[in-house]
C-alpha cells in the first residue's frame, strides 16, 4: 500500500489563464493548426514509472458490454500522486475504463471483464473484492454535479457516517477539512445547513469532489467534470485539481484537449476502444508517437 508521505511534492500549476499556457497547448487544437515542433519519433524516451510508483496497473485489460467492446487490452500504469488525462473521441472507452477502475461498469448487467486492472497492487476484479471499500478508495466525480438533495453538511458526512462515525466534533471537522480542501469553504463556511441543491453549478461540483475526499481515497476518477460548467467555474475545478495533485492520484476523461494540457502529467489517447498512445502530456501534445493522436490533437477527426 502507498503512503501519501511518499508522494514528492510537485509544483503546482500557475494560475489558469490562456496567457499561462504554452502556445503549442493554447485552443489551436480545434482549429487543427497546433504545430508540432518536430517529426513523430518513436523512439523518444518516456517518464517510467516504476512498479513502485504505479497505483494502478491494468495488463491486456478489456471490458465487454454483452458482446459489444468497451475497452479492448488496455496496458497502462497510472503514478501515484499524478494527473492523469484520457482523451479521444467519442465512444473510444474513456468513460468504460474509468469506471471500470472503481467498478461502476459491474452496476450495467451482461458486462464481462477479462486481464487484470489492480489499485494499490490488489487486483480490483478477483473475487475477494470488497466494492464498498473500493469505492472509498478509489471516489468519483460526474459530467453533472450529484449532490444529494440534502444540506451541505450532510453531503459531506454521508461516507463518514456510512463508515461509522458517529462523534459530532469528528463530523464537524470532517466537514471543514473537506469543504477546505474542496475550495468551497469560504463561500459556504456560514450556511452548511443550506441545501446543496441551491448552489451554483460550479459550487455544486467543487461540493461533490469535497464530499468525495471525506471518505478519504487514493484515487478520485472524473469524468468530464467541467463539460456542464461556464469557463469560470471550469478555471477553479482546474485549480482545485492542481491543489489535490500529490495527495491524491487522479484520473480525468476531458474532451476538451486544453483541459489535458492544462491539467495534467500524462495523457492517454484513446481510439475505437484501444490505448493508442501514452505519455508525457508536453510531448503527447507537441510530438506524438503516432499519426493517429496527431490527426486527432490537430482537429482532424473527433
Ligand atoms: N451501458 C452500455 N451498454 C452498451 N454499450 C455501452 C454502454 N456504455 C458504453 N457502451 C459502448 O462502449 C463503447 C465505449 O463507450 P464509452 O466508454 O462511453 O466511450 P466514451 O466515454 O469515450 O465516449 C461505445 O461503443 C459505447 O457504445
Ligand atoms: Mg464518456
Redesign the pocket.
Known sequence: MFEVSEITEKTKSESLTMESIPISKQSEATAGKIKLDGPASASQPETPITPERAIIQSRDFSFF??S????EKINMDIEIGSVTA?I????????????SINRM?DL?PQ?RAEGVLSVGGQDIYDKSTNLVNLRQQVGMVFQRPNPFAKSIYDNITYGPKLQGIRSKAKLDEIVERCLKAGAIWDEVKDDLQKSALALSGGQQQRLCIARTLATMPKVILM?EPCSALDPLATARIEDLIAELKGTYTIVI?THNMQQAARVSDRTAF?CL?KLVEYGMTDKLFTNPREQATEDYITGRFG
Not at 459489444?68 to 475497452?71: A, C, E, I, S, T
Not at 479521444?88 to 469506471?99: A, D, H, I, Y
Request: net charge positive; with cysteine.
Open positions: 458490454y454483452g459489444k467492446m468497451g475497452v484520457i479521444g473521441p467519442s465512444g473510444c472507452g474513456k468513460s468504460t475504463f474509468l469506471r461498469n450495467i458486462t469524468d476523461v484513446f476502444g
